[in-house]
């Protein structure tokens, strides 16, 4: 009888004890042509998340911004999980401190993918390609050198001189890299800035090698496959 009722409403949910909730007939639900196999809900026996995957989730939210204050919130309740209890207790810590380094790594990370999409690749994307060993974007052995370099120097420049008032936070008064103490205070746009003009810059001086095959991608465009060697 349970088994008819979920077949004839693949939605309907089973609660557990433990208070999370499954659908009662996932295959049901998989099997409708409308379903995203990358967003049907997951089964609890599936469920093997752990803290990589949902610091990756807060990362990736971040970078929306409609979604920017839930990420924020959820590396809040996070951050007692992670000992450091003072991202809570201090609301200037937490808004000028974390934030404000945390927002200069992310910012060398927008750059880069800013001068790769926008201005290297001319919007430009090979989806497929996007998950194929070899392809056009496995550059050295599934690493692009040029994009690591850029986000490494980006956030050097834009967290290097991190600092904070004494007993505000957990940076000295005169920053980690004292001569780059000014650049802290900017340090979104610094790290945007650097790793922007390091990528595009070594993309042109050393661009990547391209193969001779083309293909075709899910918009229609022809696009050269590539390997960097």
Do not use: C
Not at 26 to 50: I, K, M
Not at 77 to 87: I, Q
Not at 206 to 215: Q, T
Request: no cysteine; charged share 10%.
């Amino acid at each position: 009888m349970a088994r008819a009722a979920a077949s004839a409403n693949p939605a309907a949910e089973v609660a557990r004890p433990d208070g999370r909730v499954e659908l009662a007939d996932p295959a049901g639900v998989a099997e409708s042509r409308y379903a995203n196999p990358a967003l049907v809900p997951v089964p609890v026996a599936q469920r093997t998340w752990s803290t990589y995957n949902y610091t990756a989730l807060w990362v990736g939210m971040s970078h929306n911004l409609p979604t920017y204050a839930l990420a924020a919130g959820l590396i809040a309740l996070g951050s007692p999980a992670l000992g450091d209890r003072r991202l809570l207790a201090n609301p200037h810590i937490y808004i000028f401190v974390w934030l404000g380094f945390y927002g200069g790594l992310l910012g060398a990370v927008a750059g880069v993918l800013v001068a790769g999409y926008w201005i290297i690749n001319r919007t430009q994307l090979d989806l497929a390609a996007l998950y194929q060993a070899g392809g056009r974007y496995w550059y050295a052995a599934g690493w692009n050198w040029r994009a690591v370099v850029a986000t490494v120097v980006g956030p050097v420049l834009a967290v290097g001189g991190a600092w904070s008032a004494p007993g505000q936070g957990p940076f000295p008064a005169g920053g980690l890299i004292p001569f780059l103490k000014p650049l802290y205070d900017y340090s979104w746009v610094v790290g945007f800035a650097a790793a922007f003009l390091v990528y595009l810059i070594t993309t042109m001086v050393v661009p990547p090698s391209r193969g001779a095959r083309s293909g075709r991608n899910r918009q229609g465009r022809t696009d050269p496959a590539a390997v960097d060697g």
